[in-house]
């Protein structure tokens, strides 16, 4: 097992600006397509702590309660999803992890559990994967989940305020690189677009199922289609000693997130627990020409019985009728791309 080091910033770096080489260590053609970013306030990790041990709960609420919050319409994209993907390695449907998918609409206006109508007024169904409001568990029939709903908001803005500084950064580089590049385009993406995705994610403990070395048996190699994904680290819990029974680390050095390097290395990269990490997606080299590069990245399981992990994924993307080449506006370009996982 390789473990990369990735690039890592400061907060207050990124408020003063980093140099270009930092950006193209992080996200350049010979990088490992991903940037971490330390010095973040006590909230962001009381925050993280209290919504990932709740993923757990949410996880394994009873069938009935999350069939309510499943959305089929939407491409089982908003609200809860599992096995409704298919993993790449086989083919097969993806039952080791479920999701579940919030419409972050609201660090625009707190008002919206979706895209403006207007917005959606320009785009059909075949678009419903983008337009359908947020569905939220019932918290005051689930005592476990109070506060849940106030909670994933206010993680998911704070993600996307840190990566509006890490688009403002990529703007200064693109706009040396790509003639006629809209000044600020991507800081004014991250921060105005209402079809910007959370996915917070709840891998199921493998249950003594064996688990090939390689293998992409949690979450299967692909690419993200925004610009940029904010992640957290991962918590691991022991769910034999309860949902929240929270571990310091992880009990399985080879459990985790991996990265396809350029070299077509598979490397581990491992995120700080206080610290947030921004990988590069297809969006941001659709826009950059190039400049950055998309990274292809898979998570793998553990052979060890009752070990679930949780983490939370935020999608900074366009909205829906923002181009992001010469031929497609997001909505096109997403649709193409979520046509071959579902």
């Known amino acids: 097992m390789i473990i990369a ?10 408020s003063l600006g980093v140099e270009d080489q930092i950006l193209e260590n992080a996200f350049g053609p010979d990088s490992l397509g991903i940037i971490v970013v330390e010095g973040l306030s006590g909230k962001f990790s009381e925050l993280r702590e209290r919504v990932l041990s709740s993923a757990s709960v949410l996880a394994n609420l009873p069938s009935d309660q999350l069939e309510k919050l499943e959305s089929e319409e939407s491409t089982w994209l908003t609200g809860w999803s599992r096995g409704k993907e298919k993993l790449a390695n086989s083919g097969l449907p993806d039952n080791l992890k479920g999701s579940f998918y919030v419409n972050c609409a609201f660090h625009k206006d707190d008002t919206l559990e979706g895209p403006t109508k207007e917005l959606v007024s320009k785009f059909d169904d075949n678009f419903k994967a983008y337009t359908t409001p947020n569905l939220w568990p019932a918290e005051r029939e689930i005592s476990e989940l109070k506060d849940f709903q106030a909670d994933l908001k206010k993680l998911c803005s704070f993600i996307i305020d840190v990566a509006q500084l890490v688009a403002s950064n990529c703007d200064k580089y693109i706009g040396q690189k790509v003639d006629g590049y809209e000044k600020n385009y991507l800081e004014r993406v991250v921060r105005d677009s209402t079809c910007t995705k959370a996915r917070l994610l709840h891998y199921y403990p493998t249950e003594g199922e064996i688990v090939e070395s390689g293998s992409d048996s949690w979450c299967g190699e692909h690419l993200d289609h925004s610009c940029l994904t904010g992640l957290t680290s991962a918590i691991f819990i022991d769910e034999s000693k309860g949902l929240t029974h929270k571990l310091e680390q992880s009990p399985d050095k080879e459990a985790g997130l991996y990265i396809r390097n350029r070299n077509a290395q598979i490397v581990k990269v491992n995120i700080p627990k206080h610290c947030l990490a921004f990988q590069s997606g297809s969006t941001l080299q659709e826009v950059s020409n190039g400049s950055f590069k998309a990274v292809s990245h898979f998570v793998k399981g553990t052979n060890m019985n009752h070990i679930a992990r949780n ?32």
């Open 311 to 342: 983490t939370l994924a935020v999608f900074c993307q366009p909205d829906l009728d923002e181009m992001v080449n010469a031929k497609e506006n997001f909505g096109e370009y997403a649709n193409r791309i979520l046509g071959g996982n579902h």
């Open 5 to 14: 080091e990735p690039v890592i910033v400061s907060l207050e770096q990124l």
